[in-house]
């Protein structure tokens, strides 16, 4: 059974850093891509970066390029997002999930497990 448990979310103000890690079981997580994407109230929810199996390629929103790095270690089954330089247009809920393939894509839809999520707020 699938498991993603995201977990390094909290206040921050703005110019901070967070580092979001999650952590997966049940499949073999070193065969398959991870994504991040973000949910903020009253908003859809948003791809925010994608790491290959490998963690050789890696994807960003064009918002957050620059700000967030991820990366993962397929040793520990983690995934990581180092945030930088946030902003209040960063506070969301922030998933991780599962690529149904070795490749990220920003498409939800190629996506098929899911974390429970993480609040991440900017604020002063």
């Known amino acids: 059974q699938v498991h993603l448990v995201e977990s390094g979310g909290g206040l921050v103000q703005p110019g901070g850093s967070l580092r979001l890690s999650c952590s997966a079981s049940?499949?073999?997580?070193?065969?398959?891509?991870m994504g991040w994407f973000r949910q903020a109230p009253g908003k859809e929810r948003e791809f925010v970066a994608g790491i290959h199996w490998n963690g050789v390629t890696t994807n960003y929103v064009e918002s957050v390029k620059g700000r967030f790095t991820v990366s993962r270690n397929n040793a520990k089954a983690t995934v990581f997002l180092q945030m930088n330089s946030l902003e209040p247009e960063d506070t969301a809920v922030y998933y991780c999930?599962?690529?149904?393939?070795?490749?990220?894509?920003?498409?939800?839809?190629?996506?098929?497990?899911w974390g429970q999520g993480t609040q991440v707020t900017v604020s002063s």
């Open positions: 999930a599962k690529g149904r393939k070795w490749r990220d894509s920003s498409d939800s839809q190629t996506y098929d497990y």
């Open positions: 049940g499949y073999i997580f070193s065969n398959y891509a």
